[in-house]
C-alpha cells in the first residue's frame, strides 16, 4: 500500500497563493496515477486535478488557470500550486494515489492522505 502524506495548507487571503505537497511512501514512479482532491463543508469529494504516470495532467474547470499540479520524481513527491485562491476554493485537500507497480506485480489499489486544510478569507 501506499502511505501518502500532506503539507501546504493554511490560511490565506483571497488573491493569494499556496503550494501544497504530498510525499508518497513508495516511488512515484511505479504509481500508475496521483491527484489532488477536495472536499469542502456539505459537499462531495471532488477532483481538483489529476497527473498520471506519463505526465498527462487534467484540471476541474474551477481551477484551469489557476492551479498547477507537478510531480517530483527525485523527492517521491506531488506538488498542487494554488495561485489567485478565491473563497470558494475553500476545503480540506486530499492527496490521491490510483494503483501501483512492485515488480512485474500490478496492485489495484487506491490510497488517501489525512488531509490538509486550505481556508481563503474574503
Known amino acids: 500500500q501506499v502511505q501518502l502524506v500532506e503539507s501546504g495548507g493554511g490560511l490565506v487571503q483571497a488573491g493569494g497563493s499556496l503550494r501544497l505537497s504530498c510525499a508518497a511512501s513508495?516511488?512515484?514512479?511505479?504509481?500508475?496515477?496521483m491527484g489532488w482532491y477536495r472536499q469542502a463543508p456539505g459537499k462531495q469529494r471532488e477532483l481538483v486535478a489529476r497527473?498520471?504516470?506519463?505526465?498527462?495532467?487534467n484540471y476541474a474547470d474551477s481551477v484551469k488557470g489557476r492551479f498547477t499540479g507537478s510531480r517530483d520524481n527525485a523527492k517521491n513527491t506531488l506538488y498542487l500550486q494554488m495561485n489567485s485562491l478565491k473563497p470558494e476554493d475553500t476545503a480540506v485537500y486530499y492527496c490521491n494515489s490510483e494503483g501501483y507497480w512492485s515488480g512485474q506485480s500490478y496492485f489495484r489499489e487506491n490510497s488517501w492522505g489525512q488531509g490538509t486544510q486550505v481556508t481563503v478569507s474574503s
Open positions: 497527473i498520471t504516470k506519463d505526465g498527462n495532467t
Open positions: 513508495r516511488p512515484i514512479i511505479t504509481i500508475n496515477a
